[in-house]
């Protein structure tokens, strides 16, 4: 009985740590990716990084070695705020910013995958406007 509970134990330890090894590190998820998408030079930065045109801050250097798995397995490893920072940095990139989206999608989804899924989910949002009383 004892070694069937010792058994269990080390089964469930052994699942916890694959799944684990299966996310992307958390250690970099408190950082404000609206900031940085509201400050040019910040923005610039990490896209440099990315493209291989400047250095990188750890966490650059986390994100550039994710980013082609992030992006084949529409970001599956991702925590929700690595998902939410990502869908929000994306989306700006695409809309404000093509300029820098262009070289990134170039190199790290030059099928325009990402791409072409984030303008069919645009399609089908729906904006409701506010009623306005008279």
Do not use: H
Not at 28 to 42: A, C, G, M, P, T
């Amino acid at each position: 009985m004892l070694f069937l509970i010792i058994l269990s134990c080390l089964v469930i330890v052994s699942l916890s740590a694959v799944t684990e090894k299966t996310k992307y590190t958390t250690k970099y998820d408190n950082i404000n990716v609206e900031d940085i998408v509201k400050n040019d030079r910040l923005l610039k930065n990490y896209v440099d990084c990315l493209l291989d045109r400047g250095k990188c801050t750890p966490d650059g250097v986390e994100l550039k070695k994710n980013m082609p798995d992030a992006i084949e397995t529409d970001c599956s490893k991702c925590s929700e705020k690595q998902k939410e920072g990502s869908e929000i940095m994306i989306r700006y990139l695409i809309d404000n910013k093509p300029a820098y989206w262009n070289p990134l999608q170039e190199k790290y989804d030059p099928s325009g995958s990402y791409k072409k899924r984030y303008l069919e989910a645009k399609k089908t949002e729906v904006n409701i406007e506010p009623i306005v009383k008279s």
